[in-house]
């Protein structure tokens, strides 16, 4: 059985900083893409930043300079570094797993706000 569970986040003022984690279980970690999305009240789930399994990157516009994504492949572990938030990262993120098939956390809410 698949399992990603994601951890870390909660509430923070505008400019903090929140380091959120993804532990992935029941898949062979090393042979996907991970990534973080988020979806904000009322919006679609959109792309926040991805990791291959080579290590390459890929981050929305909006985070670039600001989020940084990183893997463990030892430990099946995707990390997600917020520095420097704003009231518009208000959202649940959802940590993904994309192969030949795709799979998703539940989510963690993170809410910027003073």
């Known amino acids: 059985q698949v399992q990603l569970v994601e951890s870390g986040g909660g509430l923070v003022q505008p400019g903090g900083s929140l380091r959120l984690s993804c532990a992935a279980s029941?898949?062979?970690?090393?042979?996907?893409?991970m990534g973080w999305y988020r979806q904000a009240p009322g919006n679609q789930r959109e792309l926040v930043a991805t990791?291959?399994?080579?290590?390459?990157?890929n981050y929305a516009d909006s985070v670039r300079g600001r989020f940084t994504i990183s893997r463990d492949n030892a430990k099946s572990t995707v990390h997600l570094q917020m520095n420097s938030l704003k009231p518009d990262d208000t959202a649940v993120y959802y940590c993904?797993?994309?192969?030949?098939?795709?799979?998703w956390g539940k989510g963690t809410l993170v809410t910027v706000s003073s």
């Open positions: 029941g898949i062979i970690f090393g042979a996907y893409r």
């Open positions: 993904n797993a994309q192969n030949t098939r795709a799979y």
């Open positions: 990791v291959g399994s080579g290590g390459s990157t």
